[in-house]
């Protein structure tokens, strides 16, 4: 799985030499959950990051190079949640180790990515409600004041997500990046944040069937950039060629 | 059912059902500061934003419209990626204020069935409601809305009937449907501007007890001209009396 290298690869650039706390996962250091979504009120809230007029970014990528992690672990950019008392700009990125997928279906892969890439719909932290926005990539918290007088932190709700990301079938090692820092370029950021979606809708047109004249297909420009997507299109439809149906 | 307990008023266009809705909701703020409190506006003429003076930037309807186009765009989006677009799109139609939250129903437009719509909307206010410890649901005029079963799930139905034939004869008609279509824990009727004790006598088979009467009020057609909302008017206004009793009787 190389689809996301160039992606994770401008993340790491983009990132570095910027002050970060590292916190290796422990799974003791989590935060409680509730059983479903739940709408916290304005009045109940303490700040939102990425509220409206601020970046609110998600980004998700697969690697299954193993070169680009050091462990589960938390990262933190910028200040925490005890620290932050007004809205602020936001972006969380999840860097997933899985299995090398080299081979598989593109239906496979793209319900891989897809299990992953949806944890983000099914993890419901108390005190801190998720909007997150698949259209436009924004993802907003608020943060509830009654969770940041228990001692909520961004080192457990980091936890929190790579609980659930250590459950996704395929997942090896992941990395949850929280930003709050407001020198970070969020534009360069939002682009990244695109294009990892565009690899997954692209992944689902290659389900639907793509022509194999490149100039004639909708997704050229995408296969022009993300290295493996014209390879896992054209292995596709070599398995085809050699008898074998894709549902 | 969770423990919210969803308020819903219906009958006859014009008996009072939005000003008796924004009564409510005031009382209800006032009697549970600490209450989350929701005010649905199932009306299409929106008439409960202006009762409580809060404006109106988005309908559910908008975001039901904006979810679909995403959805025709996108590239086989699944079904748990509408839901969290919606969720993420409905605070923009979502008003907070301090004492309770509003949501427009808007107007669903387009010919034909509407069963992609109100089940949309039952979706959301289901959603939603969860989350609040009262909702209160302004109908629109007439049965329309209990008969597409938009209000499938409520605790206390509240039928609204002015001192005329007319809205009692709808309100009769509300009634049976409500009976076989909705599922409610408690049914009850207010009568709206009653001045003569002696209509009451008329209305011994409504099919439901009447938990208020409210006389006519001349500070309220002030405040209703003036465009000042419920919370303009004196906390000794018969309509927020009326609604006190009404609350008081359900149980509420």
Not at chain 2, 13 to 36: D, I, N, Y
Request: proline residues 3%; aromatic residues 6%.
């Amino acid at each position: 799985m190389k689809l996301y290298n160039g992606l994770i690869g401008q993340i790491t650039e983009l990132l570095a030499n910027r002050e970060a706390v590292h916190y290796p996962y422990t799974a003791d250091r989590t935060w409680p959950e509730n059983d479903h979504h739940r709408m916290l009120l304005q009045k109940e809230t303490a700040y939102e990051l990425g509220a409206f007029g601020k970046p609110a970014c998600n980004i998700t990528c697969v690697t299954s190079d193993a070169s680009f992690f050091a462990g589960d672990e938390v990262v933190v950019m910028g200040a925490d949640l005890q620290e932050l008392k007004e809205d602020a700009p936001y972006a969380r990125i999840t860097l997933l180790l899985s299995e090398d997928m080299e081979g598989e279906e593109t239906e496979n892969v793209y319900q891989t990515l897809q299990d992953m890439d949806f944890v983000k719909y099914h993890v419901y932290p108390k005190g801190y409600m998720i909007r997150t926005s698949g259209q436009s990539g924004r993802e907003q918290v608020r943060i509830g004041k009654e969770a940041l007088k228990q001692g909520m932190t961004f080192e457990k709700i980091g936890n929190t997500f790579l609980q659930h990301y250590k459950a996704v079938p395929g997942v090896k090692q992941a990395r949850v990046i929280f930003l709050t820092a407001t020198d970070v370029n969020f534009k360069e950021l939002e682009k990244i944040g695109f294009m990892a979606t565009e690899i997954r809708n692209s992944l689902s047109k290659l389900r639907e069937g793509l022509p194999t004249e490149c100039s004639v297909c909708d997704i050229r420009e995408i296969c022009n950039e993300v290295e493996g997507l014209r390879e896992l299109h054209f292995g596709t439809k070599d398995r085809q060629k050699r008898g074998i149906t894709i549902s | 059912m969770s423990d919210t307990k969803i308020l819903a008023l219906v009958g006859k266009g014009g008996v009072g059902k939005t000003t008796l809705s924004a009564a409510f909701v005031r009382s209800l703020a006032q009697m549970h500061p600490e209450a989350k409190i929701l005010a649905i506006d199932a009306d299409p003429a929106i008439g409960l934003a202006i009762a409580l003076g809060v404006e109106v930037k988005q309908t559910l309807d908008d975001i039901r419209k904006e979810v679909i186009e995403a959805a025709k765009n996108g590239a086989g989006k699944a079904a748990v990626e509408l839901l969290g677009e919606a969720r993420f799109r409905i605070f923009d139609a979502l008003v907070e204020t301090e004492e309770f939250s509003f949501l427009a129903i808007g107007r669903p437009e387009g010919a034909g069935c509407y069963c992609a719509v109100n089940a949309y909307l039952k979706e959301v206010i289901d959603m939603v409601s969860k989350d609040f410890d009262y909702v209160v649901i302004d109908g629109e005029a007439g049965i329309e809305q209990i008969n597409r079963r938009v209000m499938e799930k409520v605790s206390h139905l509240f039928l609204v009937s002015d001192a005329s034939f007319k809205g009692v004869q709808v309100l009769r008609s509300i009634q049976k449907v409500a009976g076989e279509l909705v599922m409610y824990e408690k049914c009850g009727a207010v009568i709206n501007r009653v001045d003569n004790p002696e209509i009451l006598e008329q209305m011994s088979d409504i099919g439901a007890p009447i938990v208020s009467v409210i006389p006519s009020d001349g500070d309220l057609a002030l405040n209703d001209i003036k465009g000042q909302s419920i919370f303009a008017l004196k906390a000794d206004a018969s309509v927020l009396e009326g609604a006190k009793r009404a609350l008081e009787q359900m149980g509420i």
